[in-house]
């Protein structure tokens, strides 16, 4: 004897129970279907035939029975197993067609065959040729709204033979035609069960019922008629029929298949922009989120990047090697230590020491004509402009000659000069007073601005050592010593040196400090970077906010599109395909959100730049934000994601 295909022995369902009255739909349905049978299940509206229809395409689950399927118990399955039914066993054909509204008659019908993981080429010739066979060859790129009643139905069906179609399943598929589409249908479903398909319709039309081999009355939820109740043997043999031997040995092969999941991403990507293009209003809305998180966080990290630099270069612009020396008092009680110029002379003889400078200075009241101002005026020696890499602009440096006289000769920053001389073309030559001692100009030191705090660089004059302790201040000794190490990359082991020198000198009492820019430098970059990682993580808010975004509006498109994840269930889309799918869409919303947040960015970035603002772009950054953007669409997306691919088939296909 002839295994059967279908094979339902006491089958009841109830839906309710708990805090709603249980409903009986089904009341104990025994009902065997062999290979090649055209089997026509009749009864009025709630007699329980579309119940019926659903356990029997495993769209739902009995709640007690057994459904053994080509001799395996349905039971016994998972959720992969059923899907890989519902795509290589079962086509379904339903009254309201079912097709998706955004992808087109070719799209529709090559469903099934995607999730079945058959390549593109082989996938687009099968599908046309079907719709080819079925008098649609002109309509393939047509979508749903802009076909009939008739050809819907008739996409419907070459959906359903997509995958072989060995089992077609016709809930009223003529229900919602008129007669002349109705009746073409009805011929295509004898032309299948001519070929060897199964054919299960449901209907209520008897008259539409008469055209199967084998009609089955059901009522109040149990079979009240089969007109091949004595059959106990299979019908004559059809050589297109598919038997139960080979479907439960391709089961048994196939259902663990993961598809080609290249054709299931492509796909997934079609539709997620085809539904983001669609609604491109509300998609432009979500993306506002993600563009402006996303702009933020770039622009914010280049500003601070920017400052960052900008303060960077102006400190390294004083020089990344300087050590200064002063003295200072070993402890509260004793009295500041004295650097002399005997100090200065050993240290110069040190390997580790470049040049090596003393300086004698203080603030003072500077004056030109009416003009009076407080400036820094430090007494130096020749080595100034290149131990501070600091050049004249106008005029110049004075010499060594200048040193050895104590000449009353000036070098003045750029900001005496605005200040004292603005009014005067050429300041060389010019006079001024410090401390009512006058002191001709030589040259203007070029614009080097302000190396940190309210200290200003370009408040000062350079007047000779010499000079300036002999005529200003009184003191031959320096008030501090600039030293300039021969290598910037160890600037700790010159201040270990001069340290071991001056304890040498000082016999072991240390009242001197030694300070150095790189120090300085490295502390100032890290309160950069922490500005900057501030700066980032406030625009990271952004991100979030967009995140939320995404999960509101991909929630909000499960809800939409709840008829057509059951619809991609019904065709043998897995769990994780359904995943898939809203995960790239959700992946998509960030990747647009992502690249528009750059752009974004960018213009931002050259008005800022335009308006003298301190910006630099980091690819680092802009990376990590995309990256981000992605993450984000992710995580949030997810949620949404999980829900669609947890959605109940029969649920789905019937939600409004």
């Given at each position: 004897m002839h295994t059967p295909l279908i094979d339902l022995r006491q089958i009841r369902k109830a839906y309710g129970g708990d805090d709603s009255p249980l409903v009986e739909v089904l009341r104990g349905i025994d009902l065997s279907i062999h290979a090649g049978e055209f089997v026509a299940i009749v009864g009025a509206s709630g007699s329980g035939k579309s119940t019926l229809m659903n356990i029997l395409g495993c769209l739902d689950r009995p709640t007690s029975g057994e459904y053994l399927f080509a001799g395996e118990n349905v039971a016994h399955l998972d959720s992969d197993e059923l899907a890989w039914l519902r795509r290589e066993a079962f086509g379904f054909v339903f009254q309201g067609y079912h097709l998706i509204p955004s992808g087109s008659a070719q799209e529709n019908v090559e469903?099934?065959?995607?999730?079945?993981?058959?390549?593109?080429?082989?996938?687009?010739?099968?599908?046309?040729?079907?719709?080819?066979?079925?008098?649609?060859?002109?309509?393939?790129?047509?979508?749903?709204?802009?076909?009939?009643?008739?050809?819907?139905?008739?996409?419907?069906?070459?959906?359903?033979?997509?995958?072989?179609?060995?089992?077609?399943l016709a809930d009223e598929p003529t229900g919602a035609l008129d007669s002349h589409s109705g009746a073409e249908v009805?011929?295509?479903?004898?032309?299948?069960?001519?070929?060897?398909?199964?054919?299960?319709?449901i209907t209520h039309d008897r008259e539409v019922a008469q055209r199967a081999k084998r009609i089955i009355e059901i009522r109040d939820g149990l079979i009240i008629s089969d007109s091949?109740?004595?059959?106990?043997?299979?019908?004559?043999?059809?050589?297109?029929?598919?038997?139960?031997?080979?479907?439960?040995?391709r089961l048994s092969n196939g259902s663990n298949q993961t598809g080609a999941w290249k054709g299931e991403l492509v796909d997934a990507v079609q539709a997620a922009w085809r539904v983001m293009w669609i609604n491109r209003f509300r998609t432009a809305l979500t993306l506002l989120g993600i563009v402006i998180g996303v702009a933020s966080v770039v622009v914010m990290l280049a500003v601070g990047e920017g400052s960052k630099r900008q303060v960077m270069a102006q400190m390294g612009a004083f020089g990344s090697n300087i050590i200064y020396l002063s003295g200072s008092a070993p402890n509260p009680r004793t009295p500041e230590g004295i650097?002399?110029?005997?100090?200065?002379?050993?240290?110069?003889?040190?390997?580790?020491?470049?040049?090596?400078?003393?300086?004698?200075?203080?603030?003072?009241?500077?004056?030109?004509?009416?003009?009076?101002?407080s400036s820094y005026v430090g007494g130096n020696d020749t080595n100034f402009p290149q131990i501070f890499n600091w050049p004249v602009i106008q005029g110049s440096y004075f010499t060594q000659a200048d040193e050895d006289s104590a000449a009353a000769v000036a070098v003045i920053g750029t900001k005496v000069r605005d200040k004292l001389l603005k009014d005067v073309a050429d300041p060389i030559g010019q006079y001024i007073l410090i401390e009512n001692v006058p002191f001709q100009i030589l040259g203007v030191l070029a614009e080097k601005g302000a190396s940190s705090g309210d200290s200003d660089s370009d408040n000062r004059i350079a007047v000779p050592y010499s000079a300036a302790s002999t005529r200003l201040f009184g003191s031959r000794n320096p008030q501090y010593v600039v030293i300039a190490a021969k290598d910037a990359r160890k600037v700790k082991d010159a201040e270990q040196a001069i340290e071991q020198a001056m304890l040498r000198r000082h016999h072991g009492k240390k009242d001197f400090e030694l300070t150095n820019n790189a120090a300085m430098i490295q502390a100032e970059a890290r309160t950069q970077g922490t500005l900057s990682l501030m700066l980032g993580a406030i625009a990271a808010i952004s991100l979030l906010v967009g995140g939320i975004g995404v999960m509101n509006i991909m929630l909000m498109t499960v809800r939409e599109r709840t008829r057509e994840i059951g619809i991609r269930m019904a065709t043998g889309a897995r769990q994780r395909d359904i995943l898939r799918q809203f995960l790239t869409e959700a992946l998509m919303l960030s990747v647009v959100g992502g690249i528009a947040g750059i752009g974004m960015a960018l213009l931002v970035g050259g008005v800022l730049l335009l308006s003298g603002v301190a910006i630099a772009f980091q690819g680092l950054a802009v990376i990590g934000a995309f990256a981000c953007a992605l993450v984000t669409g992710v995580i949030f997306g997810f949620m949404p994601a999980r829900k669609a691919a947890r959605l109940d088939p029969v649920t789905a296909l019937t939600s409004e």
């Open positions: 469903m099934p065959a995607i999730y079945a993981g058959t390549p593109a080429a082989e996938r687009h010739a099968r599908a046309h040729a079907l719709l080819q066979r079925l008098g649609l060859g002109t309509r393939t790129g047509n979508r749903p709204h802009q076909l009939s009643g008739g050809q819907q139905q008739r996409v419907s069906i070459a959906r359903a033979l997509m995958n072989g179609g060995h089992i077609i009805m011929t295509l479903l004898d032309e299948l069960a001519d070929q060897g398909h199964v054919v299960i319709l091949d109740e004595h059959a106990c043997a299979p019908p004559a043999a059809n050589p297109g029929a598919l038997q139960a031997v080979d479907l439960r040995q650097i002399t110029l005997d100090d200065v002379a050993e240290l110069s003889t040190l390997p580790q020491v470049e040049r090596i400078m003393p300086v004698n200075g203080s603030t003072a009241g500077v004056r030109f004509g009416n003009a009076d101002h």
